[in-house]
């Protein structure tokens, strides 16, 4: 629904449709999103919850300056959805890993 | 740890034209991106040049890393520098080492945080992350979008989420408060506007451009304005309401519009209108992480805090070079031109690249700036006359210090 | 600009200076607080958030701490201010069989001076402090020790000395002393000068070189330490933790052989109320050089790793660097300057500053009253008949 398939100076949407999975559900992506973007495209805007207060966060600044978007990938903890590339068959996590579960 | 002839941080605009300026004169060169996609701001830039040519800055993104791969140029992209080294050393997240005697800091720019009660509910993002997000992930932030902040960053990008089918329902200031500064006032943000002259089609706005200079008439724009706002390439701009909270639960609902007067302060009638997201914008501010050593000075014409730099664009720090956005801000074109000088400077000192071409390279940066369509700040010109000036200052006490040394 | 006057001019608002200033003003003398940069900037805002007495030498040393940590239970009520203070205990890991030798002497010796500290073995060590590694032989404990956040701390102890009436002056540098006839008569700023009979050097590390601009001798100079900062991450660590080898490192005490870590390296670890690590640190004498270079961090970083495994898995976000004051001995001066009346120093109290801030404001209070107490005698700037080695 908020995927921009035609735009009236770039054209039509081209890439391959790949799918990752977001706290355990799976969802459509097109090579080259970052997975802040594949998962925005798809309705999703929380990407963890503040550890205190427990407050919903999603993307802010969208260049990996502010660290609000940090998510765990296929293990790896405090990884910035805006500046990561998803792949096929990635597996995000919301919000950092608790260090007992890292690799 | 791998040697290179000059390590280049940034793969954005300026970056990749000092990477391509070394590497096409035969120097061995490493460029460093956290970014895994090549390129920096330039990756969301769209807008109009002239009547038919578009200014698509992902395909300049893509034209410069095709001609950096080409001369040979090592990128480094999804990589972190954790820290810069006397010698220099450059080290990457993981353990790595890029070592180069020369260095190329273009760090560029992010977005001043507008602290705004319900700033950090989903679906509230900076204009600059609103802008990737569309035009180069093709993904629209939202249905319904309230734009705060008026400058020419977010009146650009308030079109460009028109033109991708958003309903943008307004441009609004941000409450007037310390933070905010002068950014709530409305007859400052007509001042601001001078820079947009060009990009205004309303006539209106391009009175009120003009007017800027004279503060008095400034105010007189600002008591004129209509309460309704005027629509600036198709979307309200709202210099009489601010908005002064987001609501929302799990994410954005509606935002709090609140009226004000010429001078910005609230009239007292505030309401709700819905909306699925915010952008704001604060402004940008030069990135100065890894500049750390060099001799600075904040010069708010320029953005905030920036080294000074000589034409070569060196720093205090020898063989420490800026280019773009560290510098100060301003669009991508002046950037690349900057980066230019820094990547010739390089391979000068390396023997690689002659002095006229340098001189040429330096020449051009102010014609870049002159005839560029925007100007993100309006005082830009007499910012970089003060870093001159304090470079100046700041060289002549270096020789009298080398001179005590000798 | 009038030209000021006052009955005391503090140079240094770390929290050394912000808490002579608050008691010299809360007894209603007319105070100047000049800072060169803001409070804090300098070693009290580079430091880790530990008030520990048992890394303290028994005697003076450790009275000194102790009459400062018992300050502490009443300081929030009186700065009117959180400090994030906890009393939460600290422990010492030891690894080796020569450091466990080392650590028994060490705490013998402070019971016999009054601390609750307890030695643990490697089992009950881990008991309290899980993240501790398999191959640590024991711990010594004391539920004695506490933190605070320092920032806070600095900023509480300024304000309060504000709210007393102090004026202060920040992003101001002193750039002379005046005096007539063997007395201070002003201080010269670069935002003018003030007139005043009494100047208090607590410019920490840099209190040498505002010593020099009266010719008075200051015998401080700056030992450099690097912390790692971590990304925010759950509770792991109770408490303030340090090691043998840190303990060692302070008192310069040569312990064991070999695997001695370089850098002067000691753990220090410690956890914010959001979540950081503070993970430390380093002591070199490298001037005021404040590049410390990549060798340090991971120097440190595996010293750290070695005794709590479960960092390696945790992201570092940042350094810092700064410059403890050190005198040689342990000790702060606090005396005035046989060169020059009207002339107090207050500096050196290497990495015990946020430990030592409460009772050292007492301590330059009842010195500039003329009184004497059990401390000053050995807090003289004479003690060191010879020049502290380099």
Same mark, same amino acid.
């Given at each position: 629904?908020?995927?921009?398939?035609?735009?009236?100076?770039?054209?039509?949407?081209?890439?391959?449709?790949?799918?990752?999975?977001?706290?355990?559900?799976?969802?459509?992506?097109?090579?080259?999103?970052?997975?802040?973007?594949?998962?925005?495209?798809?309705?999703?805007?929380?990407?963890?919850?503040?550890?205190?207060?427990?407050?919903?966060?999603?993307?802010?600044?969208?260049?990996?300056?502010?660290?609000?978007?940090?998510?765990?990938?296929?293990?790896?903890?405090?990884?910035?959805?805006?500046?990561?590339?998803?792949?096929?068959?990635?597996?995000?996590?919301?919000?950092?890993?608790?260090?007992?579960?890292?690799? | 740890?791998?040697?290179?002839?000059?390590?280049?941080?940034?793969?954005?605009?300026?970056?990749?034209?000092?990477?391509?300026?070394?590497?096409?004169?035969?120097?061995?060169?490493?460029?460093?991106?956290?970014?895994?996609?090549?390129?920096?701001?330039?990756?969301?830039?769209?807008?109009?040049?002239?009547?038919?040519?578009?200014?698509?800055?992902?395909?300049?993104?893509?034209?410069?890393?095709?001609?950096?791969?080409?001369?040979?140029?090592?990128?480094?992209?999804?990589?972190?520098?954790? +820290?810069? /080294? $006397? !010698?220099?050393? =450059?080290?990457?997240?993981? *353990?790595?080492?890029?070592? #180069? @005697?020369?260095?190329? &800091?273009?760090?560029?720019?992010?977005?001043?945080?507008?602290?705004?009660?319900?700033?950090?509910?989903?679906?509230?993002?900076?204009?600059?992350?609103?802008?990737?997000?569309?035009?180069?992930?093709?993904?629209?932030?939202?249905?319904?979008?309230?734009?705060?902040?008026?400058?020419?960053?977010?009146?650009?990008?308030?079109?460009?989420?028109?033109?991708?089918?958003?309903?943008?329902?307004?441009?609004?200031?941000?409450?007037?408060?310390?933070?905010?500064?002068? +950014?709530? /006032? $409305? !007859?400052?943000? =007509?001042?601001?506007?001078? *820079?947009?002259?060009?990009? #205004? @089609?309303?006539?209106? &706005?391009?009175?009120?451009?003009?007017?800027?200079?004279?503060?008095?008439?400034?105010?007189?724009?600002?008591?004129?304005?209509?309460?309704?706002?005027?629509?600036?390439?198709?979307?309200?701009?709202?210099?009489?309401?601010?908005?002064?909270?987001?609501?929302?639960?799990?994410?954005?609902?509606?935002?709090?519009?609140?009226?004000?007067?010429?001078?910005?302060?609230?009239?007292?009638?505030?309401?709700?209108?819905?909306?699925?997201?915010?952008?704001?914008?604060? +402004?940008?501010? $030069?990135?100065?992480? =890894?500049?750390?050593?060099?001799?600075?000075?904040?010069?708010?014409?320029?953005?905030?805090?920036?080294?000074?730099?000589?034409?070569?664009?060196?720093?205090?720090?020898?063989?420490?070079?800026?280019?773009?956005?560290?510098?100060?801000?301003?669009?991508?074109?002046?950037?690349?031109?900057?980066?230019?000088?820094?990547?010739?400077?390089?391979?000068?000192?390396?023997?690689?690249?002659?002095?006229?071409?340098?001189?040429?390279?330096?020449?051009?940066?102010?014609?870049?700036?002159?005839?560029?369509?925007?100007?993100?700040?309006?005082?830009?010109?007499? +910012?970089?006359?003060?870093?001159?000036? =304090?470079?100046?200052?700041?060289?002549?006490?270096?020789?009298?210090?080398?001179?005590?040394?000798? | 600009?009038?030209?000021?006057?006052?009955?005391?001019?503090?140079?240094?608002?770390?929290?050394?200076?912000?808490?002579?200033?608050?008691?010299?003003?809360?007894?209603?003398?007319?105070?100047?607080?000049?800072?060169?940069?803001?409070?804090?900037?300098?070693?009290?805002?580079?430091?880790?958030?530990?008030?520990?007495?048992?890394?303290?030498?028994?005697?003076?040393?450790?009275?000194?701490?102790?009459?400062?940590?018992?300050?502490?239970?009443?300081?929030?009520?009186?700065?009117?201010?959180?400090?994030?203070?906890?009393?939460?205990?600290?422990?010492?890991?030891?690894?080796?069989?020569?450091?466990?030798?080392?650590?028994?002497?060490?705490?013998?010796?402070?019971?016999?001076?009054?601390?609750?500290?307890?030695?643990?073995?490697?089992?009950?060590?881990?008991?309290?402090?899980?993240?501790?590694?398999?191959?640590?032989?024991?711990?010594?404990?004391?539920?004695?020790?506490?933190?605070?956040?320092?920032?806070?701390?600095?900023?509480?102890?300024?304000?309060?000395?504000?709210?007393?009436?102090?004026?202060?002056?920040?992003?101001?540098?002193?750039?002379?002393?005046?005096?007539?006839?063997?007395?201070?008569?002003?201080?010269?700023?670069?935002?003018?000068?003030?007139?005043?009979?009494?100047?208090?050097?607590?410019?920490?590390?840099?209190?040498?070189?505002?010593?020099?601009?009266?010719?008075?001798?200051?015998?401080?100079?700056?030992?450099?330490?690097?912390?790692?900062?971590?990304?925010?991450?759950?509770?792991?660590?109770?408490?303030?933790?340090?090691?043998?080898?840190?303990?060692?490192?302070?008192?310069?005490?040569?312990?064991?052989?070999?695997?001695?870590?370089?850098?002067?390296?000691?753990?220090?670890?410690?956890?914010?109320?959001?979540?950081?690590?503070?993970?430390?640190?380093?002591?070199?004498?490298?001037?005021?050089?404040?590049?410390?270079?990549?060798?340090?961090?991971?120097?440190?970083?595996?010293?750290?790793?070695?005794?709590?495994?479960?960092?390696?898995?945790?992201?570092?976000?940042?350094?810092?660097?700064?410059?403890?004051?050190?005198?040689?001995?342990?000790?702060?001066?606090?005396?005035?300057?046989?060169?020059?009346?009207?002339?107090?120093?207050?500096?050196?109290?290497?990495?015990?500053?946020?430990?030592?801030?409460?009772?050292?404001?007492?301590?330059?209070?009842?010195?500039?009253?003329?009184?004497?107490?059990?401390?000053?005698?050995?807090?003289?700037?004479?003690?060191?008949?010879?020049?502290?080695?380099?």
């Amino acid at each position: 629904m908020q995927r921009l398939t035609e735009h009236p100076v770039l054209g039509p949407l081209g890439g391959q449709p790949i799918s990752f999975e977001f706290d355990g559900i799976v969802y459509p992506a097109i090579e080259g999103d970052s997975v802040a973007s594949a998962l925005l495209a798809c309705g999703i805007r929380t990407l963890r919850r503040s550890k205190q207060a427990g407050e919903p966060r999603g993307i802010y600044c969208g260049i990996g300056h502010c660290y609000e978007c940090r998510v765990t990938v296929d293990g790896k903890s405090s990884v910035r959805a805006c500046i990561t590339p998803v792949a096929d068959g990635m597996v995000v996590k919301p919000g950092p890993a608790p260090a007992e579960a890292r690799p | 740890m791998t040697a290179f002839d000059v390590a280049i941080v940034g793969a954005g605009p300026a970056g990749l034209s000092a990477a391509i300026a070394a590497a096409e004169a035969g120097g061995r060169v490493a460029v460093v991106d956290e970014n895994r996609v090549p390129g920096g701001r330039l990756l969301g830039q769209l807008h109009q040049e002239s009547k038919d040519s578009w200014w698509i800055g992902q395909k300049v993104a893509a034209g410069l890393g095709e001609r950096a791969a080409a001369a040979g140029v090592e990128l480094f992209c999804g990589r972190e520098v954790w +820290g810069m /080294h $006397p !010698g220099w050393f =450059l080290a990457l997240d993981g *353990g790595d080492t890029i070592s #180069a @005697p020369h260095v190329v &800091l273009a760090s560029g720019a992010a977005e001043r945080a507008m602290p705004i009660p319900g700033w950090t509910l989903p679906g509230v993002m900076t204009v600059g992350a609103a802008q990737t997000l569309t035009n180069f992930y093709r993904v629209r932030p939202g249905q319904r979008i309230a734009v705060v902040g008026v400058d020419p960053l977010s009146l650009t990008v308030a079109h460009e989420l028109k033109m991708a089918g958003a309903d943008v329902v307004g441009i609004f200031l941000p409450p007037l408060s310390k933070l905010s500064g002068q +950014g709530g /006032h $409305p !007859g400052h943000n =007509l001042g601001y506007l001078s *820079g947009l002259a060009s990009l #205004a @089609p309303n006539a209106f &706005l391009r009175a009120a451009a003009g007017l800027v200079r004279n503060p008095v008439a400034r105010k007189a724009a600002a008591r004129l304005y209509p309460e309704s706002g005027v629509p600036v390439l198709g979307v309200p701009l709202k210099l009489k309401q601010s908005i002064t909270a987001i609501e929302g639960d799990e994410r954005v609902r509606a935002v709090e519009v609140t009226d004000i007067d010429a001078q910005g302060r609230p009239k007292g009638r505030t309401r709700l209108l819905e909306v699925d997201c915010v952008c704001l914008s604060g +402004g940008l501010y $030069p990135v100065q992480e =890894l500049t750390g050593g060099c001799a600075a000075a904040r010069i708010d014409e320029l953005g905030g805090q920036v080294p000074l730099h000589s034409e070569e664009m060196e720093t205090t720090l020898k063989n420490v070079f800026v280019a773009g956005n560290v510098t100060g801000i301003e669009g991508a074109k002046v950037a690349m031109a900057q980066g230019t000088v820094a990547g010739l400077a390089v391979a000068a000192r390396l023997g690689l690249a002659e002095p006229a071409r340098l001189r040429d390279a330096i020449a051009s940066v102010d014609d870049v700036r002159r005839t560029s369509p925007i100007t993100f700040l309006p005082n830009v010109g007499e +910012g970089r006359r003060k870093a001159g000036e =304090l470079w100046a200052a700041a060289g002549t006490h270096q020789q009298a210090e080398a001179q005590a040394w000798a | 600009m009038g030209i000021k006057t006052a009955d005391a001019v503090v140079i240094g608002a770390g929290v050394i200076g912000s808490s002579i200033a608050f008691r010299l003003a809360e007894q209603g003398r007319k105070v100047v607080l000049v800072e060169k940069a803001g409070p804090g900037a300098g070693a009290s805002g580079s430091c880790d958030k530990a008030i520990f007495l048992q890394s303290k030498r028994p005697g003076i040393h450790m009275e000194l701490a102790l009459a400062s940590r018992r300050m502490y239970d009443t300081l929030e009520a009186e700065l009117e201010a959180d400090l994030e203070l906890k009393n939460d205990g600290g422990m010492v890991a030891i690894e080796t069989p020569e450091h466990l030798d080392f650590m028994r002497d060490f705490v013998r010796k402070q019971r016999d001076a009054g601390i609750a500290v307890e030695l643990l073995d490697g089992n009950e060590a881990r008991r309290r402090q899980p993240c501790l590694s398999p191959h640590v032989l024991g711990a010594s404990f004391s539920p004695d020790d506490a933190e605070v956040n320092p920032l806070a701390l600095n900023t509480a102890l300024f304000r309060a000395a504000a709210r007393h009436g102090a004026q202060t002056m920040t992003h101001c540098e002193v750039t002379g002393i005046r005096a007539s006839a063997g007395r201070v008569t002003a201080v010269e700023t670069r935002r003018g000068s003030i007139s005043t009979p009494l100047v208090i050097n607590a410019a920490g590390p840099f209190a040498g070189q505002v010593g020099q601009l009266a010719g008075v001798h200051v015998p401080v100079k700056p030992r450099r330490g690097t912390i790692l900062i971590s990304e925010a991450v759950e509770p792991m660590v109770n408490g303030s933790m340090l090691c043998a080898q840190y303990i060692a490192a302070k008192h310069l005490a040569a312990v064991g052989s070999g695997n001695v870590p370089p850098y002067g390296i000691g753990l220090s670890l410690g956890q914010t109320e959001s979540g950081n690590l503070l993970i430390g640190g380093s002591r070199e004498f490298a001037g005021f050089e404040k590049a410390s270079g990549p060798d340090v961090m991971a120097a440190i970083a595996g010293h750290a790793i070695r005794i709590v495994p479960a960092l390696a898995k945790i992201r570092i976000i940042r350094s810092m660097t700064g410059f403890r004051p050190y005198t040689g001995d342990g000790l702060p001066i606090i005396d005035r300057a046989p060169e020059l009346g009207g002339y107090v120093i207050a500096a050196g109290h290497e990495g015990d500053g946020i430990a030592l801030a409460p009772i050292t404001g007492i301590l330059v209070r009842d010195l500039v009253d003329g009184k004497t107490g059990p401390f000053l005698h050995a807090l003289t700037v004479n003690r060191f008949a010879v020049p502290i080695p380099a």
